[in-house]
């Protein structure tokens, strides 16, 4: 009896380690977890959105993993990252900060933006007006769909009539890297920002976000908290689970 009990903590012992070392290599190489601090990619993404990004997308660099050795230079398995993406990066500041943003230019790519309104390589990015946002951090936002020259369509936000980044440009995208740009356009800081993100080597880029798989109004008075497990049906944001980002 003795020794078919020590047999069966052994196996559990076995499978517990073998469930670890999967969840390891997945989160390594396939898909990690990411959460969301700031309000930059509203409405597509809010605060208090944890979601999973694919680091297959577009291979692999040094920035894909935890490591802070350079275990090698450029991408190993590289695929181009598609105009529309929302994609998690390593800031170029300090090749350390994760960011998120949406890729609005290519590797040579003239960009613009004239009273709130994106140009690429001098022709305009229709946007049609599409309701409003409110929210307690914001206020009131104009809500814009703006659809990219390859069609993918999103939600922009615009919450000042003369942001500080309505009026920019031209940007010309050097060879290796890329443009990006939140969508709550007049509250984030990304590649219109030169002194703050500039542009993104493709070195940079961790991977593509896919999916939502909790959120949880973490920014709200009497928010959400790990703490307080009897207002989490009234705090998590049900709708927002398994969510496609796009």
């Given at each position: 009896m003795s020794a078919e009990r020590s047999s069966g903590w052994w196996e559990t012992i076995k499978i517990v380690i073998e469930a670890l070392i999967i969840a390891m290599v997945v989160r390594v190489f396939f898909y990690q977890p990411f959460n969301i601090p700031s309000g930059s990619m509203k409405d597509t993404l809010l605060i208090g959105d944890y979601l999973f990004v694919s680091k297959l997308s577009y291979g692999y660099s040094k920035y894909s993993f935890t490591s802070s050795f350079d275990l090698f230079n450029g991408r190993i398995f590289s695929a181009e990252p598609k105009r529309g993406d929302v994609i998690v990066f390593k800031l170029p500041r300090?090749?350390?900060?994760?960011?998120?943003?949406?890729?609005?230019?290519?590797?040579?790519?003239?960009?613009?933006?004239?009273?709130?309104?994106?140009?690429?390589?001098?022709?305009?990015?229709?946007?049609?007006?599409?309701?409003?946002?409110?929210?307690?951090?914001?206020?009131?936002?104009?809500?814009?769909?703006?659809?990219?020259?390859?069609?993918?369509?999103?939600?922009?936000?615009?919450?000042?009539?003369?942001?500080?980044?309505?009026?920019?440009?031209?940007?010309?995208?050097?060879?290796?890297?890329?443009?990006?740009?939140?969508?709550?356009?007049?509250?984030?800081?990304?590649?219109r920002a030169q002194w703050g993100v500039g542009y993104v080597p493709f070195e940079n880029l961790v991977g593509r976000a896919e999916i939502i798989f909790f959120s949880a109004a973490v920014d709200e008075p009497g928010?959400?908290?790990?703490?307080?497990?009897?207002?989490?049906?009234?705090?998590?944001?049900?709708?927002?689970?398994?969510?496609?980002?796009r």
């Open positions: 300090d090749n350390s900060t994760d960011y998120i943003k949406r890729l609005i230019g290519l590797p040579g790519d003239e960009i613009r933006v004239s009273h709130g309104v994106l140009f690429i390589n001098g022709q305009e990015v229709p946007r049609v007006p599409d309701g409003e946002y409110v929210s307690r951090e914001d206020g009131r936002a104009k809500r814009y769909k703006e659809t990219l020259p390859n069609g993918v369509s999103y939600h922009v936000l615009d919450s000042e009539p003369n942001g500080p980044f309505d009026n920019v440009g031209p940007y010309k995208v050097p060879e290796g890297h890329y443009f990006m740009m939140g969508d709550n356009r007049d509250n984030s800081t990304d590649s928010a959400f908290s790990w703490l307080t497990p009897w207002t989490w049906p009234f705090d998590i944001r049900w709708s927002r689970f398994f969510k496609l980002v």
